[in-house]
């Protein structure tokens, strides 16, 4: 089974940064991609940004140009960065990753979250 870890949450205020951490453990043969979703209140889970094994990346319109995913293949880690965070952004944002096992079966899991809180 894969777990993934999530940290780096917390409260910021409006403007500042954060960065988000996600590390991935377990028998992994192959990612996909991972990626960074997010969930306000009253609000559906969506996504804020995913890169690619290869390393391609998409972003919300909502953060592009603020926030930028990077990964660690040598750590399984994927990073967010959150830069001139506003309020809006405040959220639960949660760790995903699509991954193939040795026998090449496509599984996708998902970590516990981690809040986000951007004061005004």
């Known amino acids: 089974q894969v777990e993934l870890v999530e940290s780096g949450g917390g409260l910021v205020q409006a403007g500042g940064s954060l960065r988000l951490s996600c590390a991935a453990s377990?028998?992994?043969?192959?990612?996909?991609?991972m990626a960074w979703y997010r969930q306000s209140p009253g609000k559906q889970r969506e996504l804020a940004a995913r890169?690619?094994?290869?390393?391609?990346?998409n972003y919300a319109d909502s953060v592009k140009g603020r926030f930028t995913i990077s990964r660690d293949n040598t750590k399984n880690t994927v990073y967010l960065q959150m830069s001139s965070l506003k309020p809006e952004d405040t959220a639960v944002y949660y760790c995903?990753?699509?991954?193939?096992?040795?026998?090449?079966?496509?599984?996708?899991?998902w970590g516990q979250g981690t809040l986000v809180t951007v004061s005004s």
């Open positions: 377990g028998s992994i043969f192959s990612t996909a991609s």
């Open positions: 995903n990753n699509r991954y193939y096992d040795d026998m090449y079966r496509y599984f996708e899991v």
């Open positions: 890169i690619t094994n290869g390393g391609s990346t």
